[in-house]
């Protein structure tokens, strides 16, 4: 077995984004095993999550385990932490164990990125950035490797932030704007830990597609319901959506009908699904899924030389 340290073997965002894309594929022709994500909350403080999967064209099986502790940022700490463990298909061996603190931040941001390589029919584009956190660079990082970004404007509560990261990415034209301005663009990115809806309907136009990515757990949501009620929904896995992504709530409350989602990524992927026309508005509800954690961990398993750690 071997274990592979927080700075090993990062893949590049052209290889990641090829690596989820392969894998949404596969979920959407059914090629997969991966029950939904189990939650265990730490009382007052956060929550940690398992997920489990199997991804059978690249023979790879595991497990990772990853919190979410919105105050670690205050104590110095990253707010997600992740480990991976893989096993060996044939013999259940346990093969690596891999820091996928980083790998997390990489792969939802191929996620998004894929979403809006298949959702969003003009280019180039002008992304709108509602939280300016470290998973809205990795949207903004995955996502320029798949589509020419013409502008950005972002949004954070707070203001400095959202400067900082504007400075960050000034070749792409980046600004801070307020959150109304960074809701008129092509493909809007949201990043935040809210509970209750900070994007609202009106401030949402034709043809716009949005990547709903804070919302991860039961309770959390950063759309207006009534977004949903105009837009083609399509989710990274239906059972994990309606627990915990941006539908969650308005599923629990009788606000959004499950039967209204309108399919899922991998199907969009495969060609079986897709936006019904360029003014529609369309929505990525992601919730990352394990297969996403099991391509990125190939790669790793393959550029990555890692630590020996003898098991059994």
């Given amino acids: 077995m071997k274990y592979y340290p927080v700075h090993t073997g990062y893949p590049s965002y052209a290889e990641v984004n090829l690596a989820i ?73 346990p093969t690596a164990i891999i820091n996928a603190t980083e790998l997390t931040a990489l792969r939802t941001g191929a996620g998004g990125a894929i979403a809006a390589k298949y ?24 996502t320029a490797t798949a589509l020419e970004i013409d502008e950005i404007r972002v949004w954070s509560r707070a203001q400095k932030s959202a400067e900082a990261f504007a400075s960050r990415y000034s070749g792409y034209n980046a600004r801070s704007v307020s959150i109304e301005r960074a809701c008129d663009c092509d493909v809007l990115i949201t ?10 309907a009106d401030w949402i136009h034709e043809g716009t597609h949005i990547n709903a990515i804070g919302a991860d757990a039961p309770g959390k ?67 990352g899924l394990a297969i996403q954690d099991l391509a990125i961990a190939a790669l790793v398993l393959q550029n990555g030389e890692g630590y020996e750690l003898p098991f059994p």
């Fill in 191 to 200: 990043t935040t830990p809210s509970v209750r809806p900070i994007v609202m």
């Fill in 119 to 142: 959702l969003m029919p003009r280019k180039p584009v002008t992304l709108g950035l509602v939280g300016a956190g470290r998973q809205a660079g990795a949207q903004v990082e995955a």
């Fill in 21 to 93: 894309e392969a894998a949404f594929a596969e979920h959407g022709r059914g090629g997969v095993q991966m029950p939904s994500k189990v939650y265990v909350t730490l009382i007052e403080n956060g929550d940690f999550r398992t997920m489990p999967a199997y991804l059978p064209t690249l023979d790879i099986a595991g497990v990772k385990i990853v919190n979410v502790h919105p105050n670690n940022r205050a104590k110095g700490l990253p707010t997600v932490m992740a480990l991976t463990i893989i096993l060996d298909v044939k013999t259940g061996i």
């Fill in 221 to 287: 949501q950063e759309l207006d319901p009534a977004i949903l009620d105009i837009a083609e929904v399509f989710v990274d896995d239906p059972g994990q959506a309606i627990h915990s992504g941006e539908i969650n709530v308005p599923v629990s409350t009788g606000r959004y009908d499950p039967a209204q989602v309108a399919g899922t990524l991998g199907e969009v992927v495969i060609g079986k699904k897709g936006r019904s026309s360029p003014d529609a508005v369309t929505i990525f509800d992601s919730t």
